[in-house]
């Protein structure tokens, strides 16, 4: 997994360290720069992939903007040359970049300064190595030097986890299928495209080979008796409603037999979240580290906090190493965080008087954990003892 993430000079962040864990949770007010931190993780990711334009921002989830959006620029200080990201794996190996992305004349992809990749043992690629070749300033070195290097390499598993990043934002249009996704992938795409055949795939391939797993995520679902797929989804769709080739097909268990099943356009939207999730924590051929921005969209408290109690164990299950950072408002969701696990972190984002988006690790401490005997954390963040509230 990766370890830490180093970023500085992206947008609001000034200089920031992350440690991260499987389980990250980030909380705060709007606009303290919670996505900010995820989506420079993406830019690493495009960056690992060879190319940093736009089309690789998009396919990543990373919200494309003009050059001078990118970079910090504080009343208190310069604007920063380059941006630099870098990210540091649990056996390691380490990715380091910094580029150029001048203000005044912009360019169609973005500059490589200077690259590194070290597998913690040998160089593999070394700043050095671009001001020794006539390189394509555009172009990342360490994705060609990559491909010769070992699959159990520690750099080669962490340039795996960086270039398959993507952040998901799902919305209930395109959950329902009534609109596209402009970024479909697999499983699902990056606004919930793909729902109906990222599920058929999913149960076909997890949930049928375990049924303890199948009643896990379907226990999240009271009303729900079962749940498939269909192409022939006519007698249940008015012929108004945009479709998809593949229909989810919900049995509800308080309905009369004859009239019980309801498609994704019908069902709760809850219900549609929580598969979404559960698809991108176990489904083989999702992203080995992926975020999810605001994860607490239209559930009720009570489900998130179930919900968040399930993400672990999840991401465990799924055997692949699997690192999930979500971003939330709803206090609920902190109640269903096990903070003595120490593969979840919580950590609080807020802006300091320069504006600098900063973030601070909430560990179980003596006092937190007394406090917690009297009040669940969604009470104490509402309290103010965890940080993170707007400064309204």
């Given at each position: 997994m990766i370890r830490t993430i180093q970023i500085d000079g992206f947008k609001s962040i000034a200089t920031m360290q992350l440690p991260l864990g499987r389980l990250n949770c980030f909380i705060g007010a709007n606009g303290v720069g919670k996505t900010n931190i995820l989506e420079a993780i993406g830019v690493l990711g495009a960056a690992a992939n060879g190319k940093v334009d736009d089309e690789?921002?998009?396919r990543r989830g990373v919200r494309p903007g003009v050059p001078r959006l990118y970079k910090t620029s504080f009343e208190s200080g310069k604007v920063p040359?380059?941006?630099?990201?870098?990210?540091?794996?649990?056996?390691?190996?380490?990715?380091?970049?910094?580029?150029?992305?001048?203000?005044?004349?912009?360019?169609?992809?973005?500059?490589?300064?200077?690259?590194?990749?070290?597998?913690?043992?040998?160089?593999?690629?070394?700043?050095?190595?671009r001001n020794k070749r006539n390189l394509t300033p555009t172009a990342g070195l360490a994705a060609l030097k990559v491909v010769e290097v070992p699959e159990r390499n520690p750099a080669f598993?962490?340039?795996?986890?960086?270039?398959?990043?993507?952040?998901?934002?799902?919305?209930?249009?395109?959950?329902?299928?009534?609109?596209?996704?402009?970024q479909s992938r697999s499983p699902v795409g990056l606004a919930g495209g793909r729902l109906a055949e990222?599920?058929?795939?999913?149960?076909?391939?997890?949930?049928?080979?375990?049924?303890a797993l199948l009643d896990d995520v379907f226990g999240l679902l009271d009303w729900v008796a079962d749940i498939q797929?269909?192409?022939?989804?006519?007698?249940?769709?008015?012929?108004?409603?945009?479709?998809?080739?593949?229909?989810?097909?919900?049995?509800?268990?308080?309905?009369?037999?004859?009239?019980?099943?309801?498609?994704?356009?019908?069902?709760?939207?809850?219900?549609?979240?929580?598969?979404?999730?559960?698809?991108l924590c176990l489904a083989p051929n999702a992203p080995r580290?992926?975020?999810?921005?605001n994860l607490d969209q239209a559930l009720n408290p009570r489900l998130v906090s179930r919900?968040?109690?399930?993400?672990?164990?999840?991401?465990?299950?799924?055997?692949?190493?699997?690192?999930?950072?979500?971003?939330?408002?709803?206090?609920?969701?902190?109640?269903?965080?096990?903070?003595?696990?120490?593969?979840?972190?919580?950590?609080?984002v807020e802006r300091n008087s320069e504006g600098h988006t900063c973030v601070r690790s909430i560990e179980p401490s003596a006092e937190l954990l007394r406090l917690n005997e009297t009040y669940p954390l969604s009470r104490l963040w509402l309290m103010g003892n965890l940080g993170a509230v707007p400064n309204v």
């Open positions: 690789a921002l998009l040359v380059h941006i630099g990201i870098k990210a540091e794996s649990d056996q390691g190996a380490t990715y380091r970049v910094s580029l150029l992305n001048p203000l005044e004349s912009p360019e169609p992809a973005w500059s490589f300064k200077t690259e590194r990749l070290y597998d913690g043992h040998d160089e593999i690629v070394s700043d050095g190595v598993e962490l340039m795996q986890y960086l270039q398959n990043f993507a952040i998901y934002s799902p919305n209930t249009p395109t959950l329902r299928g009534m609109v596209g996704d402009p990222g599920f058929a795939e999913f149960r076909k391939v997890v949930l049928d080979r375990d049924e797929t269909t192409a022939a989804a006519g007698s249940l769709l008015s012929p108004s409603v945009a479709r998809t080739k593949e229909v989810l097909k919900f049995a509800d268990r308080f309905m009369k037999k004859s009239r019980n099943t309801l498609t994704a356009y019908d069902a709760s939207e809850g219900a549609l979240y929580v598969l979404y999730c559960a698809i580290m992926l975020a999810i921005d919900l968040t109690e399930r993400l672990s164990a999840w991401l465990r299950k799924s055997g692949s190493g699997r690192q999930l950072l979500f971003t939330a408002h709803n206090p609920a969701v902190l109640d269903g965080l096990d903070l003595s696990d120490e593969t979840v972190r919580l950590f609080a």
